[in-house]
């Protein structure tokens, strides 16, 4: 059965700590790996890694896809309390036409000030 | 451009009822997918429509239907309503053409099964 596994499911730092947060996957038609923040309702897009080894960065945030080892990776630098939020995985399952979406459980991060 | 609403944000319904969900796509997005989010819980997949038809199934009951309109919004039925039907209801769009790209999300509807 297809599945998507994040680690830690939740986490409580300090502003201006770094964290990297955990997804591992096993799904048979891998097309390519999302993640989103969710604050309160709809999670919001950001990144899609589709390449082993090529980091996507934006901000303080930066990710990277490892499809050998079947693993993504989130970090997050310097956070700040606005960076609290549930954080999703998802892989993209090709087994329709258009791909949908295989959501892991979620890393609910907590950033204290 | 506006981006994916739903409605209605939150509703209660009594066991054994039936419930029909909102969906409007984003401008120029083609494909509507839904996903049922139980509380702690990440989104699971229930179907997904592309131009108007069914394209893609979760492991959800018939119970769980759903339409596409031609202006791309999308509608999703739930019959028969049980207790364990509470949860957040999302839906996403995107645009096609037969690959798969990055889903934008709905604020999403709660719905409560009492």
């Known amino acids: 059965e297809d599945k998507v596994v994040q680690s830690p499911l939740s986490l409580v730092v300090h502003e201006g700590d770094t964290v990297t947060l955990n997804c591992s996957y096993e799904?048979?038609?891998?097309?390519?790996l999302l993640w989103y923040k969710q604050e309160k309702k709809a999670p919001t897009f950001l990144f899609m890694l589709?390449?082993?080894?090529i980091e996507k960065k934006s901000g303080r945030l930066s990710s990277i896809l490892d499809k050998k080892e079947l693993f993504s990776i989130l970090n997050i630098t310097a956070t700040q309390t606005g960076d609290s939020a549930v954080y999703l995985c998802?892989?993209?399952?090709?087994?329709?036409?258009?791909?949908?979406?295989?959501f892991g459980k979620g890393t609910k991060l907590s950033v204290k000030p | 451009e506006t981006g994916v609403t739903q409605s209605p944000t939150h509703l209660i319904k009594t066991r054994g009822q039936q419930v029909t969900l909102r969906c409007s796509s984003q401008?120029?997005?083609?494909?509507v997918s839904w996903y049922q989010q139980a509380l702690g819980q990440g989104p699971q997949f229930i179907f997904q429509?592309?131009?108007?038809?069914?394209?893609g199934r979760g492991n959800f009951p018939p119970r769980f239907s759903g339409l596409q309109f031609p202006n791309y919004s999308s509608e999703l039925n739930v019959n028969a309503l049980e207790l364990d039907d509470s949860a957040l209801y999302l839906c996403?769009?995107?645009?096609?053409?037969?690959?798969?790209?990055?889903?934008?999300f709905g604020p999403g509807t709660r719905l409560t099964v009492t």
């Open positions: 996403a769009s995107s645009s096609g053409g037969g690959v798969a790209y990055e889903q934008y």
């Open positions: 799904v048979t038609n891998f097309r390519s």
């Open positions: 589709t390449s082993s080894g």
């Open positions: 998802a892989v993209v399952d090709y087994g329709g036409s258009q791909g949908n979406l295989i």
């Open positions: 401008s120029g997005h083609n494909t």
């Open positions: 429509y592309y131009r108007e038809e069914e394209n």
